[in-house]
């Protein structure tokens, strides 16, 4: 299973989005804490808290990310915003889950789609826009 700890190798190599990508990770560690702790607990109003955090975090990331391209006149962008789109979607529909009769399922999904962007999204899109603009900007 994935750790959501910060590691050196998930930088793309630009501060403040680098900072951002730290807060998502710090955001779904405590999705992950609830997880290990397991059924004991009620976690129903901890995680509606975790999911919004995430929502407003990313859509906040999001925006900030897509300026910054926009200044480099990123030529993927439109494809760019409809993955954050789809990311935001996606935790909005995570949300409207019956969350109460299944939490840890809740949890164990939205981890399970945190790790998947983050490998597919934030560790290999990212890292192309970051190409681009080591390329092309002097």
């Known amino acids: ?14 501060k403040t989005i680098d900072e951002q990508h730290k807060k998502l990770i710090e955001i779904a560690g405590k999705l ?25 975090y990313t859509e906040y990331h999001f925006r900030y990310e897509e300026e910054k391209l926009k200044e480099f006149n990123y030529p993927e962008l439109e494809e760019h915003r409809i993955q954050h789109l789809y990311f935001v979607n996606r935790i ?28 597919s999204h934030i560790l290999k899109i990212d890292t192309k826009y970051v190409d681009y603009i080591d390329k092309n900007v002097d």
């Open 92 to 119: 909005g529909k995570l949300a409207m889950k019956d969350i109460d009769n299944d939490q840890l399922e809740v949890i164990s999904e939205t981890l399970d789609f945190l790790a998947r962007w983050f490998f």
């Open 1 to 14: 299973m994935f750790s959501w700890s910060w590691k050196d190798d998930y930088s793309i190599g630009i």
């Open 32 to 56: 992950e804490d609830m997880l290990h702790t397991g059924e004991s607990l009620d976690y129903y109003d901890y995680i509606i808290e975790a999911i919004n955090e995430l929502k407003e």
